[in-house]
């Protein structure tokens, strides 16, 4: 399956965006999809996840109460809302995917298969 996001851009500390996550062609029900984001010098971070079975969720605990992630357009889509958001949360936003992880593993970036191209969030203060 093919990847990719969008949503990315410039905003100020405390502003919203909401990032896209899209399959070619097909839905995400019996995937389970995960936001990662990589910031300069930094290795690639668990940001938040959303399970194949049921749509169980795990968040970051530094974006926890601050983004959703969530099925969207019949699921074929996959969207992080980005809220108050900070200067520390400026990274290259990549999503994944994968039919096979399970629960416990979800924040393993070794657990996904695929992945999309990235987009880039930038936070300024």
């Known amino acids: 399956v093919q990847l990719q996001a969008s949503g990315g851009g410039l905003v100020q500390a405390g502003g919203s965006l909401r990032l896209s996550c899209a399959a070619s062609?097909?839905?995400?029900?019996?995937?389970?999809v995960g936001w990662f984001r990589q910031a300069p010098g930094k290795g690639r971070e668990f940001v938040a996840s959303?399970?194949?079975?049921?749509?169980?969720?795990k968040y970051a605990s530094s974006v926890k109460g601050r983004f959703t992630i969530s099925r969207a357009n019949g699921a074929f889509m996959v969207n992080l809302q980005m809220n108050s958001l900070k200067p520390e949360d400026t990274a290259v936003y990549y999503c994944a995917a994968s039919r096979g992880i399970i629960y416990s593993a979800l924040e393993d970036v070794e657990q996904y298969g695929y992945w999309g191209p990235g987009t880039q969030v930038t936070v300024s203060s």
């Open positions: 959303i399970f194949r079975s049921g749509g169980s969720t």
């Open positions: 062609g097909q839905s995400f029900r019996s995937w389970s």
